[in-house]
């Protein structure tokens, strides 16, 4: 079966660079050219995949992001924009997005992403995912408990876990989790800093499983994914 793919992008020469460099015999593409005809389509069709532009004619990109995840939890969003701000990158991923790719881009880099995704997402809907069965999130209290017992951590601590655990299929970069920690008040921590703290995060899960909970996946950054 063919993974469905829809490419909302204003340009048709944009588009043809993008569909040129996906394989017809494991993709279906479908095409809107403005914001209108996507948010259509994804109000009345499933999408394993969205490429989406955001400065789209009629209804912006934005608008297609949120109301798109509103539709549909399990379709991955990757933003193909020539917006390349950290404004729009935090509006992008607060409403759903799981990846932003800058233009101009390499269409190979972009075909190699949206393909990693799909397997990715793959994977963990047919795995065992071993750390829903081992961590609770009891999000009134903001705490995590694995295997029934608390797990104490800092809030900088806690708000790293929260994000790996809320977007399992997502790999964070040390300066994504640096900007979310800074977003929500938590310190100008760099780089180093969010390195320190996935280290003391492993070692207090590690007293309590064996299982590796939080994954570093090499040159990219962090997730939260067993498979």
Not at 20 to 47: M, P, W
Not at 149 to 169: A, C, D, G, Q, R
Not at 180 to 191: K, V
Not at 193 to 221: N, Q
């Amino acid at each position: 079966m063919k993974y469905k793919i829809l490419i909302v992008e204003d340009e048709q020469d944009i588009v043809n660079l993008i569909s040129n460099r996906l394989d017809k015999d494991k993709y279906e593409i479908t095409v809107a050219l403005s914001g209108e005809k996507a948010l259509h389509l994804v109000k009345t069709q499933e999408f394993d995949l969205v490429s989406l532009d955001l400065m789209l004619p009629e209804v912006d990109g934005l608008t297609i992001c949120k109301e798109l995840r509103k539709e549909n939890k399990s379709t991955l969003i990757v933003i193909v924009s020539a917006l390349d701000l950290s404004e729009s990158k935090e509006n992008a991923y607060s409403l759903g997005a799981d990846d932003y790719i800058a233009k101009p881009f390499l269409p190979k880099l972009l075909a190699l992403k949206i393909a990693s995704l799909l397997q990715r997402r793959f994977e963990m809907l047919n795995s065992n995912m071993k750390f829903k069965n081992i961590v609770q999130h009891n999000i009134s209290l903001q705490r995590f408990f694995i295997d029934n017992k608390h797990l104490v951590l800092t809030p900088s601590e806690y708000m790293i876990f929260e994000t790996l655990f809320s977007n399992p299929i997502k790999i964070f970069s040390k300066d994504e989790l640096s900007q979310i920690l800074y977003n929500e008040d938590l310190g100008n921590i760099d780089r180093d800093g969010v390195r320190t703290h996935i280290y003391t995060l492993r070692k207090k899960i590690a007293t309590f499983t064996d299982v590796e909970l939080v994954k570093t996946v090499r040159g990219m950054g962090f997730t939260l994914y067993e498979n």
